[in-house]
Each structure stands twice: as C-alpha cells, then as structure tokens.
C-alpha cells in the first residue's frame, strides 16, 4: 500500500519558517515533488528531489527561501521553507513518481498525500 504522510504545516508571520516532511511508503520511487495550491489558483509545483543522485529543482518563485532534501534512509523528504511571505499561503502536497522522460520535473507524478496547511500572516 502506497502511502504519503505530510507533515509541518502551520501557521507563521512572515518572515518566518516552516520544515515540511514527506514520508513515502510502499513505493518505488525515482523522485519526490513538493506543490502547492491556494484558493482559486492552479496547482504549482514548489521544488523536487530525485532520490538516486540528489538532484534538486524549484520554482523560481522560492529559489534562494525553500531547500529540498531527503533521508533515504527514512524515506523521508524535507522542504525547508525561510522567508516565508503571505504569498506562500497554500495547501502543501508531496507527490511520488516513478516515471522517468518528462520534460518537467512538475509532470508525471503518481501518488499524492493528504496535504498539510501552510498559512503566512502579514
């Protein structure tokens, strides 16, 4: 049984931090994906880590706040978050995949988590 557990989200003034964590189970995956969705916006993708060599990806508009990293000793990624501004406010997701061949780093996930709710005050 595939399973995502998120976990970290709150609430924060900005400029403050967060640390998201992304536990996967029962799942062979090359890559963990972080994204995001606000109300009544399109769902984005945040940052990406594959698993064999470390590889990172972000979207440009948390480059130089938000690091991903990972265990995989634990299964377990992590989504640092500094600087946060209200803009960020979104529901958090993890995703997996397997898949290899996409363009995006954002495309081709499988599995998803339940989400964890990121909120930045002013």
């Known amino acids: 049984q595939v399973q995502l557990v998120e976990s970290g989200g709150g609430s924060v003034q900005a400029g403050g931090s967060l640390r998201l964590s992304c536990t996967a189970s029962?799942?062979?995956?090359?890559?963990i994906g972080w994204f995001r969705q606000a109300p009544g916006i399109e769902r984005e993708g945040v940052a990406a880590i594959y698993t064999r060599f470390g590889s990172t990806y972000y979207a440009d508009s948390v480059k130089d706040r938000f690091t991903i990293s990972r265990d995989n000793a634990k299964n377990t990624v992590y989504l640092q978050m500094n600087s946060l501004k209200p803009e960020d406010t979104a529901i958090y997701y993890c995703?997996?995949?397997?898949?290899?061949?996409?363009?995006?780093?954002?495309?081709?996930?499988?599995?998803w988590g339940q989400g964890t709710q990121v909120t930045v005050s002013s």
């Open positions: 029962g799942y062979a995956y090359n890559r």
């Open positions: 995703a997996a995949s397997s898949r290899s061949g996409y363009r995006s780093w954002a495309s081709g996930y499988d599995y």
